[in-house]
């Protein structure tokens, strides 16, 4: 039965979806996190989504394929007074770029709702077919 | 000769019976068209939960087509020496690959993906008020034949 399909699919979205929130939220939070858990300044995570197969050839879920380390240029500040400034006073703070972690994080609830949206659809549907002849 | 007359005569007080015929060739294509509506409903599902997925291409059947293919479609000939004997017809199979088609994307995107979330929702939308009126009609049928067996009573 095809329909059910549609609850795979709709999860690994979900799924998909909210792990890119949960990766949004850990670059939001570390904005200004000049020392991460290698020494290093943080830098910001993206993930990268891939089709996933289901039971039925043609319709494809969503999986996270991979986070990846975003490879643009951290921001360099100068402030002599801070404690991680090198020899010149400049500070190397993460690469975390807020505006687009704010679109990120509402394309992927936007997202997150759609899949929602499609569950409960798909219920009402098979609900339905379940009263056939009643 | 005996045995032969006897099945000459089911057969015809099988043809007789038209009213079930009727029901079953009615039922059969709602039966067709949901299935149908509900593997496009697969498809799109799977085209709306893919809106982010770079070089994903959105995909879609033509319905009637597929309708189309789905009523003629047989499985195999198989032979009846009877008109009592059911002809083998399995329903409806899965889409065929050479029935999907690419939607024609209307803003491309730099990622290679073509889902358009406004066409993926219009089309969903519209197959599941399709698929839900499909099941109306089911019922409905269903309703006459009780209707027809209680004398319109109830």
């Known amino acids: 039965m095809s329909l059910f399909n549609v609850f795979n699919i709709a999860g690994s979205a979900m799924a998909a979806q909210s792990q890119r929130l949960n990766v949004v939220a850990s670059n939001l939070a570390n904005a200004d996190s000049v020392a991460s858990s290698n020494g290093q300044p943080y830098r910001a995570r993206q993930v990268v989504f891939s089709t996933l197969s289901t039971a039925t050839k043609e319709a494809k879920g969503v999986k996270v394929a991979g986070v990846i380390e975003d490879k643009s240029p951290m921001r360099v500040v100068h402030d002599p007074k801070h404690p991680m400034a090198d020899a010149k006073g400049y500070v190397t703070l993460p690469n975390v770029n807020v505006v687009d972690e704010m679109v990120n994080m509402m394309s992927a609830s936007r997202a997150y709702q759609n899949s929602v949206n499609l569950m409960n659809t798909t219920k009402a549907l098979l609900q339905k077919t379940l009263t056939i002849g009643q | ?154």
């Open chain 2, 1 to 154: 000769m005996v045995n032969a007359y006897i099945g000459k005569q089911k057969d015809k007080t099988f043809q007789e019976m038209t009213m079930i015929n009727k029901l079953n060739k009615t039922l059969d294509f709602y039966h067709k068209a949901l299935n149908v509506s509900a593997a496009r409903h697969e498809l799109l599902s799977s085209n709306i939960a893919n809106a982010d997925t770079p070089n994903f291409k959105a995909r879609d059947v033509d319905f009637m087509k597929t309708l189309q293919n789905a009523m003629t479609f047989n499985p195999g000939n198989m032979t009846t020496t009877s008109s009592m004997h059911m002809n083998g017809d399995r329903g409806f199979r899965s889409i065929a690959s050479s029935e999907l088609l690419y939607r024609i994307p209307q803003q491309p995107s730099i990622d290679g993906n073509t889902v358009d979330m406004d066409t993926e929702r219009m089309q969903f939308i519209n197959n599941s008020i399709k698929y839900d009126a499909g099941l109306t009609f089911i019922n409905n049928q269903f309703r006459f034949v009780l209707s027809a067996i209680r004398e319109g009573s109830a």
